[in-house]
């Protein structure tokens, strides 16, 4: 499946800043409304299911409360949940994946998944190393803003400095 991207301009970007994605608090605040609603609905016809849907909207109002750092795009390289993935020397490039689920039981609904595919070297091992991430609906930044990130810093890492 062919997937298009819109061209993010490498201005929208600061060579000493980080790109930072984050939790979108907004869509974790609307989720848990949601969920609230629909426990509120629920629980007079199951109070299993009115408890279940309303402790995933505490959940989502917990995570909408927090400022959760998903990716950290930066100078010195690729951070995933804070831990390092690679450097830019390291850096090998990035891929872009959309996986279509196949439906499974009574599931007709087929929701694609979106992940980030990063290949990078390792010092003192042979071949190359790969890191699928999963891209949610619920981070703040779009993943044309991820890989124009990515392909910035990593352009401005090979640059000479005069």
């Not at 979108?24 to 629920?42: H, P, Q, T």
């Not at 995933?56 to 950290?72: C, E, L, P, Y």
């Amino acid at each position: 499946m062919a997937v298009f991207f819109q061209n993010i301009p490498d201005d929208e970007f600061n060579a000493e800043a980080d790109f930072v994605v984050k939790e979108s608090k907004n869509m974790n605040l609307f989720v848990g409304v949601l969920f609230l609603v629909f426990s509120l609905i629920a629980f007079p016809m199951s109070v299993i299911m009115g408890g279940v849907t309303f402790f995933m909207a505490i959940g989502a109002f917990a995570r909408s409360a927090k400022d959760i750092t998903i990716i950290r795009i930066n100078k010195n390289g690729f951070y995933y949940c804070g831990k390092l993935i690679t450097d830019w020397d390291h850096f090998i490039s990035e891929e872009f994946i959309d996986e279509l689920p196949l439906p499974q039981g009574n599931d007709r609904g087929i929701n694609d998944k979106f992940f980030l595919f990063i290949k990078y070297y390792k010092d003192g091992k042979p071949g190359y190393f790969g890191r699928k991430i999963r891209l949610t609906d619920s981070q703040d930044k779009s993943e044309e803003g991820i890989i124009a990130a990515i392909k910035f810093y990593y352009k401005k890492s090979r640059e000479v400095v005069k």
